[in-house]
């Protein structure tokens, strides 16, 4: 399949055209739509719908308005696409790097500073925009420089605490020097704000916090345009925000929400992931014509394209599908068990939770992305003599909610948490994402257990054991991607022991989730003579059963940082004797990003560099 | 020292009284801080300023308001002792328990489910109220039960994210069913909420978020019972507060802030504690005359009094002081370092900043009770070219903040956090403050050093490391309370390394921190031929180093949980010989509330259970 972009020469003969600065910025804005689709359609994955609603707005500020000192940056993090293509389109980033979104040693899925010329900071993780913005300004009145902060949210972050705490402390600090631009397309993760969970009048709110704000069409650069003169004129000292109304996925007509009907059940389709082939093209085709249109009526020549051929992507074979046996075994169990409640935080198709709210609907609450909020209210719950599930991806439930969880923990009370989207892959969104923290942080609470299951029928299984057996609260770990094995999976379940699924005298493997014990398993059959244990419990292992089963060497694999993985737990439960012969290995870094083999290799957790680290441990 | 309370039978008299029920009431809750202030007196510490701040309040609603199948909870709950007075008052606790406060098996410092009846939900770190009133309200809908839920805030706390993020879904979900007070006595721990971080038009704002607001005199319960019938009339789906205008310390002139002038410096010193003994006496007297005036002039007989005799405390001898240790190292290394920037949430007073914020007023940003802004804002700082050090308790810093102390990490820059008032004591506070999960919090942070100093000398020894020598982030752990050791501290400052305080060849232990030196230098006495180390470095030790140092037996002790405790990550350490040789003991549940001795104790990590423990592993 072939691609077509808008080369570099373009771009610069775009953004110099002699006409209207909204003219001129609206077809550069257009250009970069093409860029953005195929820079996605290339990498396999990327946030389409809202780097599209935001594109005019990024365009006008970094072409029109950002001078020297100034900074921006979007606190959603996830229109990452859209601002590598406008910083490609200024000739800021290379070019060649429109190939490398989500790849090792290219753009990273959410901006990173240490990776990516002018990004400013860190982002990915909902909420922080205006707390880093002023602690920029803070910095800048201190050193004596002189600077503006632009920041971009989404509207579905506006539901994180974290921006309303910042609020009034800007406010009081009379930052005048921050302008928040919302792109208000009206739609987060799962579907219409709205629906999800309402954020009423929004300039009313924002006002009451002390602060300055406008209202526009985040499309009509010129409406745009005199907002931001008004009230950078207007207030100085106040700071500033606009509610820009856009629409997500705007440019693709098929990408806009025309068919997403105004009900709670409605899913929107283009939040992230690629587009197919057809897609593609219709979409292709469609920002073409916009963009020809607009050159046509400047009167100059159409844009001129070159092509790329798209990479080969294979889906797995026979892959273990967590999430979706998850979302069975919910069912299934919630079906046994009339005190349970599943609560979610704007996630419930990537968590699973499609078929429970359809078939349960007044036992499902849609909480929103506020997981503090989530949480405290499931201890209620439970309290109240419910059994409430926790539902959102590990880097979010874990540690936003951390404090909260720990609360409930100390109440005596069982509440179930399921973090999905643990470890380092999928490898695409960067380390916002991959979480290699949430064992420490969940093993940490007393009396939590912590699992996590290798394959889809352990899934049920933990999920069966943690609904009827489990007498406090647990933390079930899933892997978010479908993963082969490599083998026919097999479990032996029973609390502290795992599944024997090699043996070998030379050594053996100590890990879970599919992508290790996939790994594992695959060194293991190089290595000849050794074995693989799957041991779902990450705390709380029986470590004289281990030590009897576990030949050789004993390598633990941490699909998590080492500090507070599974691995430090399995050595303090093994036997003095076991303790002497085993090894650790996991993560030892912010994770990197790229694709799920890339990421996997250069943090030497792949099968290859398994068997030669093991090698190098075992022949020194 | 003699202490005096108002017996069982003489609060039976006052709360049964055939007056109007504001003068009943009213006449009661004056009863009941004669009690509290005994109650903290004989405690030794408590919250006495909210405590009777909301103390009028409180009676109002226990006695005249809440009903079957109601629910009332303190969110801010370090007002237990107010609580606690009251419900001792109705017979709903034994009234010997008067003196049971912050003991073992008595009263927690703050509200606890599983010890304490009526207590309805575990309260002590802030902001968690409305997210929890909506999980008994939505429990309750699915049960078919019907109950109001009543939720006392105080106004510091409203600076934490989490209580705006609760507010809008509370709206949408039409919970009328919660009414939230507002305990406005203008003063958190450190001073003037106005001055801290100012809430602007707080009644505007929550309306702004679709509740019904009122504002009154919180002292007044004619005022107070008006503003709630009209709410609870007026809009009975809407989710209601009060702004309860009320005084900190009301009912003794002296705890009132008549002399804590309007400026930011200011400290007001009746948040936590107890008050001197002539404080107490004249406390005491003017707590009588109010409550004898008002019964004089309902024309009955003034109150009846008993005694009890304080117990006798005495301080310790020479202790170590790591707070005043580590105030001291950071201004001197501020005068070395100016990019040196200290924030802090609303702790100065607790975490020895007031010097730094006299020196440095420039480079000292106040953030109020807002931890996750504060992190985040440091991130920025830091990206900017600062070095900002993170100030607060770390039961409150290193959770909340949690995914935004790894944002920051992810970007590579250097901040320090530090987290005082760590591990099992003081015992009073409880659970919410007794800090046991810090070091896998933090100590999974990539990059992350985590480091805690055992004496003073030490304090400024890692201080001077974090600050000039570390490369990346920097975790510092403190031990409030001032502790004496037993033996006249030394110390050996190298990365990975630690101080070898006593050598034995049965044993060592390994350890760190005041508490768990001094407990384990005493246990090495009794045992004999036992060494201690005092390593710093909470994880990334020297395991060649101690394994050779570390003779017989290594006893790793943590002031923590063993999950992703020290201990866990020495074992890891160790090479593969000492690992045999090596045991983990730690904190194994959520701590216990008492005494600091008391609380040792019951978790086995005072020198003779230690000594206990120690032959039971080398005996076995």
Known sequence: ?????????????????????VERVAAFADACRVNTLTMIEHAGSGHIGTSFSCMDVLSWLQLEVLGEGDRYFSSKGHDAPALY?????????EFEKLFGLRRLGGLPGHPDVRTTPQVVTNTGSLGMGVSKARGFVLADRLAGRRGRVFVLTGDGELQEGQFWESLQPTANRRCGEITVIVDHNKLQSDTWVSKVSDLGDLERKVEAFGWAVRRCDGHDLGAFSSALAELQASEPE?????????????????????????????????????????????GLNELLERLNGRLERLGVAPVGLEERDAPAR?????????????????????????????????????TGLVPFRERFPERFVECGIAEMDMVSQAGAMALAGLLPVCH???????????????????????????????????????????MVRDIALMGSVPGMAAVEPYCEEEVARVLEWAVHEAQGPVYVRLVSPPWPLGFEPRVDFAPGRGTVLREGEEGTFVCTGPVLVSQAYAAAEQLGDWGVIALPWLRGADGEWLADLAQGRIVCLDNHVLAGGQGEAVLAALPDEARARTTLIGVDRVPECGTNDEV????????????ARVRAVTHA
């Open 1 to 21: 399949m072939s691609l077509s972009f808008v080369p570099y020469p373009e771009l610069e003969r775009i953004r110099s055209l002699d006409v209207e600065p």
């Open 85 to 93: 293509s406008v910083l490609i389109g200024l000739g800021r980033i």
């Open 238 to 282: 106040r700071p500033k925000l606009i509610v820009a109304d856009t629409v997500k996925g705007c440019g693709v007509h098929r990408m806009e929400p025309h068919d997403v009907p105004d009900e709670e059940t409605s899913l929107y389709g283009f939040h992230s992931g690629a587009p197919g082939p057809e897609e593609y093209a219709t």
């Open 314 to 350: 294979r889906a797995p074979e026979r892959p273990q599908r967590l999430i979706q046996a998850y979302s069975e075994a919910l069912l299934a169990e919630a079906e046994r068990e009339p005190r349970l409640v599943a609560l979610d935080a704007d996630l419930r198709l990537d």
């Open 392 to 434: 959102s991806f590990a880097c979010f439930v874990t540690p936003r909610a951390s404090e909260q969880i720990f609360n409930n923990a100390s109440e005596g009370t069982k509440v179930l948490y399921h973090g999905s989207l643990v470890g380092l892959v999928p490898g695409g969104p960067g380390h916002s994402h991959q």
């Open 600 to 611: 996997l290799r250069a943090h030497g957790l792949d099968a290859d560099s398994l068997a």
